[in-house]
């Protein structure tokens, strides 16, 4: 048996496996995690995706306890901000859109709709929730949308049936705090020390970690939780880094927390704001934002970047330190080899445009529990799970990709650059496609990778990759029916911007 996990690094990653590992197998597998209080943490991972409830469901955690020690808020989707033309928006939300008589809202759109009205605001609740700044739950603490209310045990992303309404915003560093507190009182042991070093046998496998003042901690599985510089994965193991620079350039951040003037005046989204060489991102935290500047060096320097930042948000920004940060965009070629897995940022990312760091995280953490070795060490575990891992990465890179080739903005070298820059070939099948009419699940990316099919359309549309018309079967159907959804629909939102407080008066009303 596997009795023993050694985790090189804490952070979100570190914290968030060793939490999961001892909800899933208890005191039937030893968790020790060594985290240097030298090393500092990126603390860009804000934003979530909707599916991370199921980590916290797994855990047995309440929203209400946990969030506000994170000084946590609510996401219902990504507003894009001039993406396309300077002044407007649209919204990735999290809502999967409405069928009728077997064709989607947004397919009736095209026949029915008002086209000088964004998609988003005829065919989703969620977006006049975000435009209201409303919390997806009443002060009874209620869920909007019936029948998701409650937690739902020990769930996983496999048994995600409902698309979850929202997702979260909190300060990383205080949410592996918290799972740290979670997973120390559960029997991991917590080792603060530095690593020196790694070794191996005369096969590559990990045989000990070496540390400064603890000596050597042994285990016989090792999980790389060390960032971006894959202190094992990399380093120890000799994974190959394959990097996506060809198709995603932007590979570098500078990342502000910036105090809110008013502090309830508070965004229930996060917000995606095209810049000049790349775009940035606000995320609403209880009494904060957290910003920041994603770009690519090719097209403006640390130093410009910092500066177009800092004036884009204003005074407030003033006496902020701003921290720049490096991104490696890409994965390894694999992220088990022999008894070393690697999970976050030490594996693979491809910039935070999605809020997809966390949700690979839990994603791999789940892949590793169903893919858990023996003694025997089975090659072909170690296979699924790379297989499993490496597709999350490869889908969310496609999708991300189709968000520069479908905007339309070409007023600065960055994005004429954009429109040109080379892209995966499934991308380019896609915007074909949707050029003609509405992707389905046959034809986006065919693997699990987070997103369905109505998050491929939401962006398509939002961009301004819209079919001249609906697909010729809906011209021959009765509309009726599909204009008394789009009605029924309206006096929902409506109904629902009446009887939701703010998003920050319901956070309010948890906090202490």
């Known amino acids: 048996m596997i009795n023993s996990v050694v985790i090189v690094g804490g952070g979100t990653a570190g914290w968030m496996t060793a939490s999961y590992l001892k ?99 005829q065919c989703f609740i969620t977006t006049a929730l975000c435009d209201n700044k409303r919390s997806p739950r009443m002060l009874d603490g209620s869920l909007f949308v019936a029948g998701l209310d409650g937690t739902l045990g020990k769930s996983t992303l496999a048994e995600q049936r409902a698309q979850f309404p929202y997702a979260y915003h909190f300060d990383a560093d205080k949410v592996a705090e918290y799972l740290a507190g ?125 500066a177009e930042l800092r004036a884009a948000v204003g005074p407030a920004a003033d006496d902020v330190s701003a ?79 189709l968000h520069y080739k479908g905007a339309q903005r070409e007023d600065t070298p960055y994005w004429k650059e954009a429109k040109v820059r080379k892209a995966p070939d499934g991308v380019l099948e896609r915007v074909a496609t949707a050029s003609s009419h509405l992707l389905d699940s046959e034809t986006i990316f065919p693997h699990y990778h987070g997103f369905e099919q109505y998050s491929w359309n939401a962006m398509n549309l939002g961009l301004g990759i819209i079919p001249e018309k609906a697909r010729p079967a809906i011209r021959h159907m009765d509309p009726a029916n599909a204009r008394q959804e789009f009605a029924k629909l309206k006096a929902e939102a409506d109904a629902m911007v009446a009887a939701l407080p703010s998003c920050y008066e319901y956070l309010a009303s948890i906090n202490d």
Not at 349 to 375: C, K, M, N, Y
């Open 323 to 401: 921290n720049h940060i490096r991104m490696r965009i890409g994965r390894n070629d694999r992220a088990w080899i022999n008894n070393c897995v690697a999970i976050g940022l030490s594996y693979a990312f491809v910039e935070p445009l999605e809020s997809t760091g966390i949700f690979f995280i839990q994603h791999a953490i789940e892949q590793l529990v169903r893919h858990f070795p023996d003694e025997n060490w089975d090659p072909q575990l170690a296979a699924d799970f790379n297989g499993r891992v490496h597709r999350v990465v490869e889908g969310v890179k496609e999708f991300l990709v």
């Open 23 to 121: 909800a899933a197998f208890s005191d039937r597998v030893q968790v020790t995690l060594v985290e240097s209080e030298k090393v500092s943490r990126i603390g860009v991972g804000e934003a979530t995706f909707s599916t991370v409830r199921h980590f916290f469901d797994f855990l047995g955690l309440d929203e209400a306890d946990w969030l506000p020690k994170a000084a946590g808020g609510y996401k219902l989707g990504i507003r894009f901000e001039n993406w396309s033309i300077p002044g407007e928006h649209f919204y990735h939300p999290f809502e999967r859109l409405r069928v009728v008589d077997g064709f989607s809202l947004a397919e009736w759109w095209l026949e029915l709709g008002d086209r000088s009205k964004p998609f988003d605001q």
């Open 182 to 306: 979670y997973a120390t009182q559960r029997g991991v042991r917590r080792v603060l020390d530095n690593v020196t070093g790694v070794e191996q046998d005369e096969r590559g496998w990990i045989t000990a970690v070496r540390t400064e003042a603890s000596g050597d901690l042994t285990g016989d599985l090792y999980i790389d939780c060390t960032g971006f510089r894959g202190l094992l994965i990399n380093q120890a193991m000799g994974a190959s880094f394959e990097s996506f620079a060809d198709v995603l350039p932007n590979n570098r951040a500078v990342a502000l927390r910036v105090p809110r003037e008013n502090a309830n005046d508070m965004d229930p989204y996060t917000s995606a704001i095209a810049m000049n060489a790349g775009w940035r991102w606000n995320i609403p935290l209880f009494r904060r934002d957290g910003t920041g500047y994603v770009y690519s060096d090719e097209f403006i320097s640390p130093e410009e970047a910092e």
